[in-house]
């Protein structure tokens, strides 16, 4: 798994010969499952942030991803599936 520049995690799938785990590949291709989970664990060193209605935000600068798992329905619907990193970089 890495942190590709753009700032999007991208990481290598493997599947077994289950059939289950055929099946979940086939909707991956088909674009049928799109959605993500990451499981991860962050350090101790974070900003944190009130607004206006009062909701605390916290933005980690070290975290460390240990789990990624296809479901049906993600806690941030802005992570999918299908996000390989470009073949060449785009210019800075």
């Keep these: ?3 590709g520049a753009d700032r999007k995690l991208r990481g ?6 289950r059939q289950a785990a055929q099946e979940i590949r086939t909707d991956m291709l088909d674009g049928i499952r799109t959605s993500v ?3 991860y664990i962050t350090g101790d ?3 944190q942030s009130k ?4 909701k605390v935000t916290r933005h980690y600068r070290r975290w460390a991803p240990y789990e990624v798992s296809s479901v049906p329905l ?3 619907p ?3 599936v299908g996000r390989a990193a470009p073949a ?5």
């Design 1 to 3: 798994i890495a942190l």
């Design 51 to 54: 607004d206006k209605a009062g």
């Design 88 to 92: 060449t970089p785009p210019a800075p």
């Design 74 to 76: 993600p806690a941030d």
């Design 78 to 80: 802005t992570v999918g």
């Design 12 to 17: 290598e799938v493997r599947f077994s010969r």
């Design 45 to 47: 060193d974070y900003e």
């Design 37 to 39: 989970s990451v499981g």
